[in-house]
């Protein structure tokens, strides 16, 4: 049941980076909730995996309007939107997985995604106060 959770995500995240993602869960809904009746999962989950998934445009800077916008009037790349937009969509991925994995015990769920997102955000804070010198010591396909 769980690679069909990661297999609908996978597929409407991918098409939410081509397509709006309104189109990209009307697309993929009717095979997500023919995989759940023939996998006797609710269509309800399914559909919530779906919708997950075309929530995701996170990887070009077209895939959803306030990213378009930003991407104009900040000049960004789009290498730069692909450095930030893959992991936050590997994070949702690993967390969709986590919370159907585990959806009897929601309580470990929670303290996952939590330990995850603490993760993340102290990379984030760490590389913020690390000396301009250091900064200069990495590579230019980590610092931009």
Do not use: H
Not at 10 to 27: C, D, G, H, K, P
Not at 60 to 80: C, D, H, I, W
Request: net charge positive; with cysteine; charged share 10%.
């Amino acid at each position: 049941k769980t690679a069909s959770f990661v297999a609908i995500y996978i597929a409407t995240a991918v098409l939410s980076e081509l397509v709006s993602n309104n189109a990209a869960a009307a697309l993929i809904y009717p095979v997500a909730a023919r995989l759940g009746d023939a996998l006797g999962v609710s269509p309800t989950k399914m559909s919530i995996v779906a919708m997950l998934g075309s929530s995701a445009g996170f990887i070009l800077p077209y895939s959803y309007q306030t990213n378009l916008m930003v991407f104009a009037a900040g000049n960004y790349k789009f290498r730069e939107f692909a450095l930030i937009g893959f992991p936050c969509q590997l994070w949702l991925i690993g967390t969709v997985i986590i919370i159907f994995a585990l959806e009897d015990t929601i309580g470990i769920a929670i303290a996952i995604f939590a330990a995850c997102l603490a993760v993340m955000l102290g990379v984030a804070l760490l590389y913020a106060v690390v000396p301009a010198t250091t900064k200069a010591r990495l590579p230019t396909w980590l610092t931009g």
